[in-house]
Structures are given as structure tokens and as C-alpha cells.
């Protein structure tokens, strides 16, 4: 049976992960984080891999706090580049298969039309700059990597965009949304699927890959669509970037082209409103 290490288990993907493993019992799941073992330790990777007979690698550990990582420099990159090198060593080393996650901050936000796997990057902040690094540390080290670089990530677990609009939602009278920053937002839950599908397929093809799920929204869009489903009754206003002041810059416009993965995996992607209701659904039985 073929083994499946999974980093960063604790984190949003990392557990939808973990709710459908059981779908795929041709696999062994082996979910780790930092209490169980230490991604920026390159020896502890390698002996982890070897001892555990490791086929398969699923690289769901990040450094996430984008505004944080302005000043926490050094952690982020030992988590987005270093430890991503890591894993590539490892598998390398180990003859084994990774899956690494990667970003939309890898780009600028300047363009009009949905980012494809072959345009050139230009990371603007530390975090996006640390993932842009790991992308090329993990190629230079192991050449048959897939790597998926995904947007606007949410879950049912951890802190994210959807748990903390609701949160407020249900505070406040009204809100000030940002409406002219454009994404995908993505359930990890989705994302989970699509990384599981590759897995699965008996052909390997390594490579660049985005995924997100499908349409386009702003954060302003994504928080009235939010309420709507959740019963919130907050009054959501519109507001510009300059008017929401961040040390950190973020991508205007980060949609990603999906053309490569569904039609080199067969992967047929849902509408970012379809994951959002699912995703919901699933944060009210925990509520």
C-alpha cells in the first residue's frame, strides 16, 4: 500500500485532508505537523521519509500570515523556501512523489486576464517573495514536483476570510468591504479533492498547475455572498484599497487560468458560490 505524508495536517487544507482520506483506501495516511516533525529540519525530513517508507508527499505546511510575515521574516522564509527544499531533498533522496502548494502572491496583480502557469512572476510582498523561493528551490533540488498554486483559500477549520466575516457580520450593523481587489475564493475542501485526484491517476505529470475554484469575485462580492447564505442581515459597503491601509501590498487582480490541471488530470472544478454553501454547511454543525 502506498504511503502519504502529509505536512502541515493541523492547518486548513491539511484537514480536509485528513475528513476524506478514508475515500481513498488504496492509500496509508500519515498526517504530521510541527509537534511530530520539524519541516525546516532537513536530517529529521529525510530519516522521517526513509524510516516511514513514504511514496507520496503532500506539502500543505505554509507560512500564511501575510501581514506578519513584513516583520517575521526569517520564519516565513525557513517555512516557504527553506523547508519546501526539504521536502524536495527528501523525496528526491526517498524516490518519492510531492505535492507542493503554492500561491497567487507569486504575481504582481497587474493583469486583466487570469494568470497562466507559464507567465513570468513578480512576488510584491515577503510572503509572496518566500513562496516564489520555495517554488524555485523546490525545482532545483527535485525536478518531478507538482506544484498547485491556489488563492483565497477557506475552510470550516482554522481562522480564515469566511470564519471572520461572519464573526463580524453577526457584530456589527454594517461593514466596509473591499470591492476592487479580484480573486477566486477557494475551499480547501475542493482543493483537497483535485490533490487527491492527482494522486490517484496512474500517470505522474509533474509541473506547474493552478487551481482555484471557478468564477471571479472581489472581497466585497465574497462577504454579500457570505451573509446571504449564512442569514447575516450587516449592511456590506464597498470600499477602495487606499481607504483600508495595509503595510502589506496585495494583488489586485489574482484570478488563475485552471486550463492545465483539469485537462491534464480530468478535473472538472466547481463554482467558487457552490464550495462557499458547502463549506457553510459544514461551519454551522460546528457552530
Known sequence: MNKILVTGAYGQLGNEINVIASNYPQ???????????????????????????????INCAAYTAVDKAEEDVDKCYAINRDAVKNLGVAATANNAKLVHVSTDYVFDGSNHTPYTEDLPICPQSIYGKS?????????????????????????????????TMIKLGLEKDS?????????????????????????????????????????????YDFTKTIHEIY??????????????????????????????????????????KDGLKRCIEQIKKGA
Open 27 to 57: 492509500f496509508e495516511f500519515i498526517f504530521t505537523d510541527i509537534d511530530s516533525l520539524d519541516i525546516c529540519n532537513k536530517s529529521a525530513v529525510n530519516d522521517f521519509v526513509r524510516s516511514n517508507n513514504i511514496n507520496f508527499i
Open 131 to 163: 513562496k516564489a523561493e520555495g517554488e524555485i528551490a523546490l525545482n532545483e533540488v527535485y525536478k518531478k514536483a507538482v506544484i498547485i498554486r491556489t488563492s483565497w483559500l477557506y475552510s470550516s477549520f482554522g481562522n480564515n476570510f469566511v470564519k
Open 175 to 219: 461593514l466596509g468591504v473591499i470591492f476592487d481587489q479580484i480573486g477566486t475564493p477557494t475551499y480547501a475542501g475542493d482543493l483537497a479533492k483535485a490533490i487527491m485526484q492527482v494522486l490517484s491517476t496512474n500517470e505522474w505529470k509533474p509541473g506547474m498547475y493552478h487551481f482555484s475554484n471557478e468564477g471571479v469575485a472581489s472581497w
Open 231 to 272: 442569514g447575516i442581515s450587516c449592511a456590506v459597503n464597498p470600499i477602495e484599497t487606499k481607504d483600508f491601509p495595509s503595510k502589506t501590498p496585495r494583488p489586485f487582480y489574482s484570478v488563475l487560468n485552471k486550463a492545465k490541471i483539469k485537462n491534464t488530470y480530468n478535473i472538472s472544478i466547481p463554482y467558487w
